[in-house]
């Protein structure tokens, strides 16, 4: 698993597969990083929170793998 961000310039994660996702915000605005998730069919990253598609996505990460239960 990486800990970097990925353009997606580069790549694209698999489809419907949650992410995070980076915005840049232009102007006097934070940077926004969302869980989400990139929809193959309509090409198009979506928050996982609002199920709304997000514009000027930069970059993506794959979340970390959850705790294995001992």
Same mark, same amino acid.
């Given at each position: 698993?990486?800990?970097? %961000? ?7 994660? =698999?489809?419907?597969? +949650?992410? &995070?996702?980076?915005? *840049? ?8 990083? %969302? ?7 309509? =090409?198009?990253?979506? +928050?996982? &929170?609002?199920?709304? *598609? ?17």
């Amino acid at each position: 698993m990486s800990d970097k %961000w990925i353009s997606v310039e580069d790549r694209l994660p =698999e489809p419907y597969r +949650s992410v &995070e996702l980076f915005r *840049p915000e232009e102007g006097a605005g934070e940077d926004q990083i %969302w869980r989400g998730y990139y929809s193959g069919h309509s =090409e198009c990253f979506y +928050s996982s &929170e609002y199920e709304s *598609p997000l514009d000027l996505v930069t970059d993506w990460m794959p979340l970390p793998e959850p705790p294995k239960e001992p």
